[in-house]
Nanobody, 115 residues
Framework: QVHIVQSGGGMVQPGGSLRLSCAASGDIFGIYVMAWLRQAPGNEHELVAT???????NYADSVKGRFTISRDSPKNTVYLQMNSLRLDDTAVYYC?????????WGQGTQVTVSS
């Protein structure tokens, strides 16, 4: 079994910062890509950022320069540092972990940016 547990999130004012964490545990024999996605009400899932096993990263244009994805491979953990948050960053954020056995999702965490 694989367990993906997210933490972080909450409510912040525009311009503020939040940090999300996501830890994978269980039957893990090698993690490939780790990613963060988000889903705002009424919208499809949007890919926010990815980080590969070689730590190469990709970002959605909407978050470039504001968000940073990183990983701690020995801890099987991925982070998303979100700075300069905007109202349109409000969404449920999900982490995903690609393993040999498939893609696994975290439980989701709400991020609300509001004045």
């Amino acid at each position: 079994q694989v367990h993906i547990v997210q933490s972080g999130g909450g409510m912040v004012q525009p311009g503020g910062s939040l940090r999300l964490s996501c830890a994978a545990s269980g039957d893990i024999f090698g993690i490939y890509v780790m990613a963060w996605l988000r889903q705002a009400p009424g919208n499809e899932h949007e890919l926010v950022a990815t980080i590969a096993s070689d730590e190469s990263t990709n970002y959605a244009d909407s978050v470039k320069g504001r968000f940073t994805i990183s990983r701690d491979s020995p801890k099987n953990t991925v982070y998303l540092q979100m700075n300069s948050l905007r109202l349109d960053d409000t969404a449920v954020y999900y982490c995903t972990v690609n393993l040999l056995t498939g893609r696994y999702w975290g439980q989701g965490t709400q991020v609300t940016v509001s004045s």
